[in-house]
């Protein structure tokens, strides 16, 4: 090969380089313009199928606003109140509600039962917000009720008022209307986190110190999330409630309300006994249950006693047919209960109902297990007392 063909030969070679080279070029700047086209359009399926979601969730907030924007009161405020002994998580609730009703345009105001206890007077100073007054007479008002649907923990006049919804995580009580009401009943820890839930579906702006005080009461009424009522809705409420209300520490707030709620100071035994009490009806018998917090099994032993010497006359101011009081220890993890009877029946009915009883030291009987009143000795006394012959 001449000298000549070699070089054409090599500018050819270069040439063809050249060409697969800016071929490859302009393919890699058409296959990037391709992936930049996809990328946006599937930015583009992304916004759309996010707006769609956020324009479906607000039309169903539309709705559950609407069922509830429905409810009927006569002339005059709704006033939301709990149960009486109020704890927690019935003022809380209360508090909670009626700013959301408020909200929805409602004239609501939060009432309390009773004197507070030492753990919600703590709650509420921290939050900035003050205690709801005492509502003495619920006749001809409009009540929304919370934490509770029974008559007998529910203030003078009940049954004679307007009540207008229910909010509740307990058993279906014996409140009766002739109306139409808001009910909500769920099997949940707290019915603090039912109000959430609330807020949440109806897309209602939650204020700081109602993050907080629902937060609280959430903990407070399921000891920590530790009791056998908690659901996966309380656990993702108090998740959701700490991350905008700036809690890091959950333990140590928890540890603080527990420290607030074994707190007697200023209280009398009496005071003691009804700081925490409910009264139920079954098949034609009343009973009463007052229950108290321990630190541990000593100062267990030694609340029993006290509470032993102030039953009789505790019995004595109520109409009840059985009155117990309910010793809790709630601490590292143990859960025992010391039940103290008023008198010879109602020691002899709970043997009859609840007989799984550890041990009975002659003045209480112990529980190594745990005997929740809302979760085991309510049902199990109502269970019992349905065997039994009554009109």
């Keep these: 090969m001449s000298k000549g063909h070699k070089v054409l030969k090599v500018i050819a070679v270069l040439l063809l380089a050249a060409g697969v080279a800016f071929?490859?070029?302009?393919?890699?700047?058409?296959?990037?313009?391709?992936?930049?086209?996809?990328?946006?359009?599937?930015a583009s399926v992304i916004s759309l199928e996010k707006g769609e979601l956020e324009a479906q969730q607000r039309e169903l907030q539309e709705i559950n606003r609407a069922a509830v924007l429905s409810m009927k009161a006569e002339d005059g405020p709704i006033y939301v109140i709990g149960h009486k002994s109020p704890d927690s998580d019935t003022v809380c609730s209360a508090i909670a509600y009626a700013r959301l009703l408020q909200k929805l345009g409602f004239d609501a105001q939060p009432m309390v039962n009773g004197d507070i206890n030492n753990e919600t007077r703590y709650i509420l100073s921290q939050a900035g917000i003050d205690v709801p007054p005492v509502l003495e007479d619920a006749t001809g008002k409009n009540i929304f009720l919370v934490d509770h649907s029974e008559y007998l923990q529910s203030t003078e006049g009940m049954a004679e008022a307007h009540i207008v919804g229910v909010l509740d995580h307990h058993g279906v009580g014996s409140l009766t209307t002739g109306n139409m009401v808001v009910y909500e009943g769920r099997p949940i820890g707290a019915t603090a986190t039912i109000v959430?839930?609330?807020?949440?579906n109806y897309g209602i702006e939650m204020d700081d110190d109602i993050e907080y005080i629902l937060l609280s009461a959430i903990l407070s009424d399921t000891s920590s999330l530790t009791t056998s009522t908690v659901t996966d809705a309380d656990r993702k409420a108090v998740e959701k409630l700490a991350e905008v209300a700036g809690i890091s520490d959950i333990d140590q707030l928890a540890g603080k309300l527990h420290e607030e709620l074994l707190s007697y100071e200023?209280?009398?035994?009496?005071?003691?006994?009804?700081s925490d009490y409910?009264?139920?009806?079954?098949?034609?018998?009343?009973?009463?249950?007052?229950?108290?917090?321990?630190?541990d099994e000593a100062t267990a032993k030694v609340l029993a006693a006290r509470m032993k010497e102030v039953l009789p006359e505790g019995f004595a101011s109520k109409e009840v047919g059985l009155m117990y009081a309910e010793i809790g220890i709630r601490e590292n993890g143990e859960k025992i209960d010391y039940i103290v009877p008023v008198d010879e029946l109602s020691k002899q009915i709970l043997e009859l109902a609840l007989p799984d009883y550890d041990e009975?030291?002659?003045?209480?009987?112990?529980y190594r297990k745990g005997c929740g009143r809302k979760t085991v000795f309510v049902p199990g006394l109502t269970d019992f007392l349905a065997t039994q012959p009554h009109d």
Aim: charged share 25%; hydrophobic share 45%.
């Design 360 to 366: 009975y030291d002659g003045v209480a009987f112990i």
């Design 266 to 274: 200023g209280f009398t035994d009496m005071e003691i006994l009804f």
């Design 278 to 295: 409910k009264e139920y009806e079954a098949f034609g018998t009343t009973f009463g249950i007052g229950c108290v917090n321990a630190i």
């Design 23 to 42: 071929g490859g070029y302009l393919l890699g700047r058409r296959s990037l313009k391709w992936d930049l086209e996809a990328a946006k359009l599937r």
């Design 196 to 200: 959430w839930l609330d807020y949440v």
